[in-house]
């Protein structure tokens, strides 16, 4: 390492460098390559195959693609993941963002509170869904204590479509605002405090304060958070899975849950490939979206 | 060299021959079960046992087991065997056989497992079922090491409180009419008449489909593609529901699967749930009250005459088709399914008999394992087993969705039944 920096003092060519710097990226690009671009580039393969009982068979061109965005139960699915990805994803934030706003100050209280919040995130997805399965069920006697008062003690969580979408997107918040509060934590304590100071002397409010401060010096956070809580909600099994099984009748069932279902119990890997090809495609496209719609359009004054 | 030296080197160089010739005489049959023989459960000790005799009676041979997650052994086995890397025998269930079936990876057992055998020893099974089902074309596929089914286990006190008698749930109208009386409101909340599991848990057999195969033995076509329309799919799929719109089931059975069902039965909130054979034991060990209390009710059925169909279930051994060991692996194959072993199965193992010599054994005279004779016997009178070459798993699901479409009013069985069939239809194609 010493002698390239000296090498590069004294004036050792561009390709020298780039040539280290290759040898320096090499290992991670070899890793990349191996769990990332092979699986890839063998499920594209599949894609166009009939791959029936992990045997791949006959090249059948678009069909499995034309099987899977033509299959009802396939187009529920993403309908439910609409629901789903979206629903948590607003809620997600806003309450990150509150937390964050919130426990921005270093006090002892509100490192607390941080560690507090943590806690469903370093809990394993499994078992904090688990955990949460277990608390909404009829026989736990949470939901009768709260809704007995309420006169409908008799209600099921999970047998009824709408309260288990609603459970589906409070697992989902519960467990990943603590995310989204660190990520926006983290851009907050970035914005220099002189630039607040500055606004207060000239009489800014704090309303106005958020607004054309705070916002516009969070938009790469922002940014960073929606992307990476999008792609985990569109993309995620294990709250599904785990706490409704995609029920009932199918009105939980995420498009993962669906791919899933058709590689590990109908067996049809090449349908299942295509499937993750489209969402792969659909998340591309909602990635150049959102930072399309972030993009930097306006200077801070 | 000296004397001495030359004589040291021909003793070592003889050594080693002798040593060289074993080793090359000795064949290691591989195997991956879910059973890990130097772990201690009843179950796994059997088999350290029968590895232990076998290696001794066949000192030529040693077994090599390879411990896998259970339900991964047949996806990982037809993706072995397709780069020729499989071992020589899995441990495959029942509903699992379809992926070595239709890889068409597993070998015809006839001469190397059960060339051997004579009529006493086929005449032994309570049921041929568990061989129908894995026969193909005349060739045997696997093997039956352990066989398991769903039954319907019950609260002995519970009836007794409420009037009911075994007797009574006989029919499946019978058993609605029963459960009804059986559910009863507590302040600690609701004891349910009947558990059943209704998620899309392709592990929970469907109530629904011992009521169709009663009526209706043949369910898929030769295409595998189900055909479920019927008046005995429709009567089936609506008896089902019927336990959750007249309140003798939660309405949470809509998302439970057969863990959080037994559970339930466990802790004392249901009469009568639908349980695997091979739970009975531990529901009993487990169960907060009186576990001479659990008892077990055949299926019930349509006419009331003889019990509903058993859909049995379990556990084989394939012989990988590709194999250089397939003589020796089928030596061991069919020593592990043979009567010696299937009475160590049960007697140890605590499995469920279904040879008729194991059921003779004087261990099982003992009033706490009336419960296996009951099943046993219920399994000799009325068994099937599911094509194997179709995906049932996923049927299971299906048909399961089918009831709570039902059960919700989202759907008329017809409706919900031909949902299930052109998923089949989709899944097949």
């Known amino acids: 390492m010493r002698a390239w920096f000296q090498r590069r003092r004294k004036g050792a060519s561009r390709a020298d460098a780039d040539a280290f710097a290759l040898r320096l990226v090499a290992p991670a690009l070899l890793i990349e390559f191996l769990f990332v671009f092979v699986p890839l580039a063998v499920g594209l393969y599949y894609s166009f195959h009939s791959v029936r009982f992990f045997q791949v068979g006959r090249f059948v061109g678009f069909d499995n693609y034309l099987s899977v965005l033509t299959s009802p139960a396939v187009l529920n699915s993403f309908a439910v993941t609409a629901v789903f990805a979206f629903g948590s994803l607003i809620l997600t934030f806003v309450v990150g963002f509150a937390l964050a706003l919130h426990l921005e100050r270093d006090g002892r209280v509100a490192v607390f509170m941080r560690a507090v919040v943590l806690v469903p995130y370093v809990i394993s997805m499994l078992v904090g869904s688990l955990l949460l399965k277990w608390v909404l069920s009829q026989d736990s006697g949470v939901p009768q204590t709260v809704l007995g008062p309420l006169g409908i003690a008799d209600f099921s969580v999970f047998a009824d479509s709408s309260s288990a979408m609603a459970a589906l997107i409070y697992n989902a918040v519960w467990r990943d605002a603590a995310f989204a509060m660190i990520m926006l934590l983290a851009g907050l304590k970035s914005i220099p405090l002189e630039l607040y100071a500055a606004a207060r002397v000239d009489g800014a409010s704090p309303w106005y304060r958020f607004r054309r401060l705070t916002l516009p010096l969070l938009k790469t956070p922002m940014l960073i958070t929606l992307v990476r809580l999008l792609m985990h909600f569109v993309n995620s099994l294990t709250f599904q899975l785990i706490l409704t099984g995609g029920g009932p009748v199918n009105k939980t069932e995420t498009v993962a849950l669906r791919t899933f279902r058709l590689g590990f119990e109908d067996y049809a890997l090449g349908r299942a490939n295509a499937l993750s090809f489209v969402v792969f495609l659909i998340n591309v496209c909602m990635i150049v979206l959102l930072v399309k719609l972030f993009k930097p359009t306006e200077k801070l004054r | 060299m000296s004397y001495k030296g030359r ?423």
């Open chain 2, 7 to 429: 004589m040291i080197a021909a003793a070592a160089l003889a050594a080693a021959l002798v040593t060289a010739g074993q080793a090359a005489a000795q064949t290691t049959v591989t195997m991956w079960s879910f059973l890990d023989p130097a772990k201690n459960t009843p179950r796994e000790r059997v088999l350290r046992e029968l590895i232990e005799e076998f290696e001794k009676r066949n000192p030529t041979i040693k077994i090599r087991v390879e411990p896998q997650v259970w339900h991964q052994i047949a996806n990982k086995f037809t993706i072995a065997a397709s780069t020729r890397t499989a071992p020589d025998i899995a441990w495959i269930n029942y509903p699992s056989l379809v992926l070595p079936f239709s890889a068409d990876v597993a070998a015809d057992l006839r001469q190397t497992a059960f060339g051997s055998w004579g009529a006493a020893e086929w005449d032994d099974y309570v049921t041929k079922a568990p061989f129908d089902a894995v026969t193909q074309n005349g060739r045997i596929l696997a093997a039956p090491i352990m066989l398991l089914s769903n039954t319907l286990l019950y609260r002995k006190d519970m009836f007794a409180s409420a009037g009911v008698t075994p007797n009574d749930v006989r029919t499946w109208d019978g058993l609605l009419v029963a459960a009804k009386k059986l559910t009863a409101q507590s302040a600690g909340g609701t004891t349910w008449g009947l558990g059943f599991p209704l998620s899309r848990d392709g592990a929970s057999q469907p109530l629904a489909f011992v009521g169709i195969v009663d009526q209706q033995p043949r369910i898929f076509d030769d295409k595998c593609v189900p055909v479920l329309a019927t008046p005995a799919g429709e009567k089936a799929i609506q008896m089902a529901a019927n336990f959750i719109t007249e309140r003798a089931t939660s309405r949470e059975a809509l998302a439970q699967t057969s863990d959080d069902s037994q559970e339930l039965f466990i802790g004392g909130r249901q009469a009568i749930t639908v349980g695997g054979t091979s739970r009975v034991a531990s529901i009993q060990e487990r169960a907060v009250f009186d576990r001479s209390q659990v008892g077990v009710l055949p299926w019930p059925s349509w006419t009331g005459e003889k019990p509903g169909p058993y859909i049995l279930d379990g556990w084989t051994s394939v012989v990988w088709k590709g194999s250089p060991r397939q003589r020796e692996a089928g030596a061991f194959v069919a020593f592990m399914a043979g009567a010696e072993a299937a009475a160590k199965w049960t007697v140890q193992g605590g499995q469920v008999p279904f040879r008729k010599s194991v059921l003779a054994l004087p261990e099982l005279a003992a009033p706490a394992n009336a419960w296996m004779h009951e099943i046993a016997k219920g399994w000799g009178a009325n068994a099937t087993f599911p094509p194997p070459q179709c995906n049932v798993a996923a049927l299971y699901s299906d048909l399961n969705v089918a009831v709570q479409k039902v059960a919700r009013g989202d759907a008329t069985p017809n409706a919900a039944l031909k949902a299930v069939e052109a998923e089949g239809r989709e899944r097949a194609n």
